[in-house]
């Protein structure tokens, strides 16, 4: 998986850096199918001083997204990771479940 990380008007610390890269690679488990990753980090100025983590993962058929807010960076990468985290576990679930029949072209239980 290849993982982008964006900093928005400021220059990202190589901690943070290497922490999401670390949280988002826990992540490949859930899904062998995940393309690429990309992470965003902005900020509101004082006195609001609220830190985004926006996480997007291209799958092969399914883009996922999770946007989060937080006081410090690493706290927002760790409630973004719980969001993809659930819609990954879903995702590979729904796919689990449905088999596609070639015969008939419609997917079918198992």
């Known amino acids: 998986m290849k993982i982008n990380i964006t900093a928005r008007h400021f220059k990202a610390k190589d901690s943070l850096q290497k922490y999401a890269k670390e949280r988002m690679e826990e992540l490949g488990k859930y899904s062998e199918n995940i393309l690429f990753a990309d992470v965003i980090f902005s900020y509101d100025k004082p006195p609001?001083?609220?830190k985004y983590c926006e996480m997007i993962f291209k799958l092969k058929d399914k883009i996922i997204t999770a946007k989060e807010s937080a006081g410090d960076f690493?706290?927002?990468v760790d409630n973004a990771t719980i969001k993809i985290e659930t819609q990954l576990y879903k995702y590979k679930d729904k796919n689990?479940?449905?088999k596609h029949d070639k015969s008939t072209?419609?997917?079918k239980s198992i």
């Open 105 to 107: 072209g419609k997917y």
């Open 48 to 50: 609001a001083d609220t």
């Open 74 to 76: 690493e706290k927002a």
């Open 96 to 98: 689990k479940t449905l």
